[in-house]
């Protein structure tokens, strides 16, 4: 191809006189030579993926899910193999090879890098897809689903610290700095591990919840007096969704450091407590009959626990405390809000009498000296 453009060059110069193509810088010709080839195999990899998506879109839908996936790296990958390929032809100088070919070599470790982080991914896709989370026993699938995610991502940090570090020594001007962050050696190195350090605890924080599930997604959590779901677990933090859709957003380290509540550990189905105050001369049977018909007719009972209880005395009133179950946090907590609802109005409208009272005492009048 080189010697072919040269004969076409030369022809011209003989023809054209000072207007031929003698006149092109030989590096020119040869960064003209690779921006054509990497242009060719960018036209190839869409030509091939968009015809791939035509005809095997309807047979193969998940194999073209994959390809849409891993599309820009075998993108990437076929321009550099097209690069690689044509440097060795290009006319270039000696200053010119060197440059181009430091930046094939960090361009492959990128793409090592990079091919590392979609296998990882599609990997982890694949083996979630025996599980889903929209359903009412979904506890094995929150666990695959945590282990997963926290996985992928200490997979994910490792990898790009490493191709991070193969990076930097491409070049002899930072080649220091990349063995640092291997080694951890000198006053970078140092610097670089104090400043990783918040970093690295988080990795193992996650590692270990990864193994141990104190969480999982989708988990009902109580954590400093607010109760929500975790809707995402990252490398550094967990985000919860709150009640009232509000985010709180707890570093990855509380959950191994600090006690918190978790509603769903082991099971999605709770047991709602609702509490009552009523006045001393209540009839507790017929209320405690009441309760018992109240949470046996209601659609979000889920038929294991319910009893009424007298659980305390104060000064003005009893406590009354009915225990329900039901199948998930969200129907425990409805549960609660309609027994509580109907018990009140029952005791307004059959026994008014039941409702605490304030009892005074009589004032007695000074008597006159």
Known sequence: MLDAFNRARDLGAQGLGAQGLSWIPPNAIGFALIAVAILIAFTLHNTVVRFLRRHLGARFPYAVSLLGTARRVTRFALMLLAASAVLPLAPLDQNATTILGKSLLLGTTVLIGWVALVAAELAADLY????????????????????????????????????????????????????????????????????????????????????????????????????????????????????????????????????????????????????????????????????????????????????????????????????????????????????????IDFLQREIPSSLPRVREAAIVPDRPA
Request: glycine share 4%; hydrophobic share 50%; net charge positive.
């Open 128 to 343: 979630l897809l025996r599980f889903r989370l929209d359903t009412e026993d979904n506890l094995l699938a929150r666990k695959h689903v945590t282990q997963v995610r926290i996985l992928k991502r200490a997979v994910d940090t490792l990898v790009i610290v490493i191709a991070t570090g193969f990076a930097l020594m491409t070049f002899e001007s930072v080649r220091q700095y990349g063995v640092s962050l291997f080694a951890s050696a000198g006053v970078a190195g140092l610097v670089a591990g104090l400043a990783a350090r918040p970093l690295l605890s988080s990795l193992i924080a996650g590692v270990q919840i990864a193994m141990t599930q104190p969480i999982r997604i989708d988990d009902a959590v109580v954590i400093e007096n607010e109760s929500g779901r975790v809707e995402d677990i990252t490398s550094t933090y967990v985000v919860i969704r709150l009640w009232d859709q509000r985010r709180l957003i707890v570093p990855l380290t509380f959950f191994i450091e600090k006690p918190f509540q978790n509603w769903t550990r082991e099971q999605a189905s709770l047991i709602g407590t609702v509490l009552v105050y009523v006045d001393f001369t209540t009839p507790v049977e017929r209320v405690r009959a009441k309760a018992l018909e109240l949470v046996k007719a209601s659609k979000l009972w889920d038929g294991n626990v319910a009893s009424l209880a007298v659980t305390d005395v104060k000064e003005s009133s009893l406590e009354l405390r009915v225990l329900a179950s039901a199948r998930s946090a969200s129907d425990a907590f409805n549960l609660r809000c309609e027994v509580r609802e109907k018990l």
